[in-house]
């Protein structure tokens, strides 16, 4: 089995006693490769402000993954060399675009030191709206012209915080496949961070996937949860979607709080394919635990 999961903030908690990898968000038991998001919210600060952030953050992943002997993947054939060879892996992304406006030579430079993956927003900026803001004015201008220039470095564009009206803006915008790196289903809990069916088959059909997060507020209605909330956003996957879309998506060090059974001592994804093989066949597990992601980025990266 060969562990991949589409959305992990740890870049946030890197620290001289801290480091981008630990036993909590890397698996203890299979090869695994993580997507690093760098977080980067709007909250009213400059673009300018925001651009070094991310700078910042790359610089960080980059000393990091050369540290910790983390194998930096950027194209299908080091993603085919890491699987393979059972090698511990990473894709760079970025989690809130804001201030890289088009025409910007970041983007060049950026995709140059690794990024593969973006989501637009965060919080609502200048690119878009977010889930949470009840004035959607979905995708701006610069939101869909930075869309093209992303489409067209073969950047992977990420739904997962986008409103419902930025969400189709951006299918309209783009024929490539999207991915929702950290988003769950809405028919099952109605947070509007979660992805309603109409979204989610949008997704599946263009050949996308989406992230299961295990965030018990995106997970149960209650803000509470345990395996079995987890089993029934997969059962609707299943049933909904079929066995292709769903990959691991739980975005650790991004939430405060785990189901029952998770904790900050171990890792998060042994425990999670340990929990789905109580129910599921192990061909469905390999899928769900990391498959489907492989199968996903070899066709897009």
Not at 100 to 126: A, F, K, Q, T
Not at 144 to 172: N, P, Q, R, T
Not at 229 to 240: F, G, N, P, W
């Amino acid at each position: 089995m060969y562990i991949v999961d589409t959305h992990c903030d740890s870049l946030l908690t890197v620290s001289a006693e801290r480091g981008l990898a630990n036993a909590h968000n890397i698996s203890a038991k299979y090869p695994h490769l993580q997507l690093f998001a760098e977080f980067v919210p709007c909250q009213g600060m400059p673009a300018e402000y925001r651009r070094k952030k991310i700078f910042g953050m790359t610089d960080v992943y980059i000393a990091e993954c050369q540290r910790l002997g983390i194998f930096p993947v950027r194209d299908t054939q080091e993603l085919n060399y890491a699987v393979e060879n059972g090698l511990s892996a990473s894709i760079l992304a970025i989690e809130g675009g804001g201030g890289l406006l088009p025409g910007s030579p970041e983007i060049d430079m950026l995709h140059r030191m690794g990024l593969r993956v973006m989501s637009l927003c965060w919080d609502s900026n200048e690119l878009a709206a977010s889930a949470w803001d009840k004035d959607d004015y979905g995708l701006t201008k610069e939101g869909g012209d930075l869309v093209d220039i992303l489409s067209a470095y073969g950047i992977i564009l990420d739904v997962s915080h986008l409103s419902d009206k930025a969400f189709y803006d951006l299918l309209e915008r783009t024929a490539y496949p999207v991915i929702a790196t950290h988003s769950n289903f809405r028919d099952v809990c109605a947070s509007p961070r979660n992805l309603t069916l109409d979204m989610a088959k949008r997704i599946a059909m263009r050949g996308g996937i989406i992230g299961l997060n295990i965030y018990p507020a995106f997970l149960s209605d209650s803000g509470k949860a345990n395996k079995d909330d987890i089993y029934r956003h997969v059962d609707y996957a299943l049933e909904k979607l079929g066995e292709d879309v769903l990959c691991f998506g739980c975005d650790i060090d991004g939430i405060e709080e785990y189901p029952e059974g998770f904790d900050n001592d171990s890792s998060i994804h042994d425990r999670l394919v340990d929990i789905l093989l109580e129910r599921y066949s192990e061909n469905i597990v390999e899928k769900i635990a990391g498959l489907n992601a492989i199968n996903f980025f070899k066709g897009n990266l």
